[in-house]
């Protein structure tokens, strides 16, 4: 059974800075892993992702330059450092791993077959 837990969330103020973790257990094939978030009344979004093959990375562009994905392979963990953060950055986070998929598929909820229980982040004053 895979399992992924997630750690980090909290309250921080804008420009402040958290750092997410998630930790894979129980897969037999791991292409990649990303974070996704979900706001109040929104869809769920794409923020960041890493494929474990090649160590590529991706982000949506509302984060690009503040939001950084990172991993560590051998454990199947993968971080996400998130600076400068932004009221609007307010949502729950979370980790998704997916068994297969491209480069083409990677920004795509349905690519992730499992995914984290969520962890709240809340960026106020």
Same mark, same amino acid.
């Given at each position: 059974?895979?399992? +992924?837990?997630?750690?980090? &969330?909290? $309250?921080? *103020?804008? &420009?402040?800075? $958290?750092?997410?973790?998630? %930790?894979?257990?129980?897969?037999?094939?791991?292409?990649?892993?990303? !974070?996704?978030? *979900?706001?109040?009344?929104?869809?769920?979004?794409?923020?960041?992702?890493?494929? !474990?093959? %090649?160590?590529?990375? /991706? %982000?949506?562009?509302?984060?690009?330059?503040?939001? #950084?994905? %990172? &991993?560590? =392979?051998?454990?199947?963990?993968?971080? +996400? *450092?998130? =600076? =400068? +953060?932004?009221?609007?950055?307010?949502?729950? /986070? /979370?980790?998704?791993?997916?068994? #297969? &998929?491209?480069? +083409?598929?990677?920004?795509?909820?349905?690519?992730?077959?499992? !995914?984290?229980?969520? #962890?709240?982040? #809340?960026?106020?004053?």
């Amino acid at each position: 059974q895979v399992q +992924l837990v997630e750690a980090g &969330g909290g $309250l921080v *103020q804008p &420009g402040g800075s $958290l750092r997410l973790s998630c %930790s894979a257990s129980g897969h037999r094939f791991n292409f990649a892993m990303g !974070w996704f978030r *979900q706001a109040p009344g929104k869809d769920r979004e794409f923020v960041a992702a890493i494929t !474990w093959a %090649s160590g590529n990375t /991706y %982000s949506a562009d509302s984060v690009k330059g503040r939001f #950084t994905v %990172s &991993g560590v =392979n051998a454990n199947k963990t993968v971080y +996400l *450092q998130m =600076n =400068n +953060l932004k009221p609007e950055d307010t949502a729950v /986070y /979370y980790c998704a791993l997916a068994a #297969t &998929g491209s480069r +083409l598929t990677i920004k795509g909820a349905r690519t992730y077959a499992y !995914w984290g229980q969520g #962890t709240q982040v #809340t960026v106020s004053s």
